[in-house]
């Protein structure tokens, strides 16, 4: 269904599309963090899931304006790094205080925006 929406969008408009729900992913995870039950360890948890998952749409909007396919690439990379680090850190959290489901469609949410770019570095690696 999303696929057939996706049809006839500018590439700009897909992207601004991913970025917006990198954002919005970003968001949620802050929301959830501020929700955690305050102990030690989830304060560990809470900043280094904190700093993973807000770098997500920063780095994705730098690579929206990179200067070349290999820096878009890489700076994808980057975006993909700290996708799999905010997803392992999710599973962390919801391995030590179960998380709701309302919150656990945050790891739901990570592994399709892991696969989203790991399809764009393929394709993107493609046009080299």
Do not use: W
């Amino acid at each position: 269904m999303i696929e057939l929406l996706l049809i006839g969008m500018s590439s700009y408009e897909k992207s601004r599309l991913l970025e917006d729900r990198m954002i919005e992913f970003s968001a949620n995870v802050s929301n959830m963090i501020e929700a955690l039950p305050k102990s030690r360890q989830n304060t560990i948890y809470a900043t280094q899931l904190s700093r993973s998952s807000s770098s997500v749409p920063l780095n994705y909007s730098e690579a929206r304006g990179a200067e070349s396919r290999r820096d878009f690439i890489h700076k994808l990379r980057l975006v993909l790094k700290e996708l799999r680090e905010s997803y392992t850190c999710l599973r962390l959290i919801d391995k030590t205080i179960n998380l709701p489901e309302t919150q656990k469609k945050l790891l739901t949410e990570a592994n399709e925006l892991i696969s989203i770019i790991v399809v764009t570095i393929g394709t993107t690696k493609k046009k080299l």
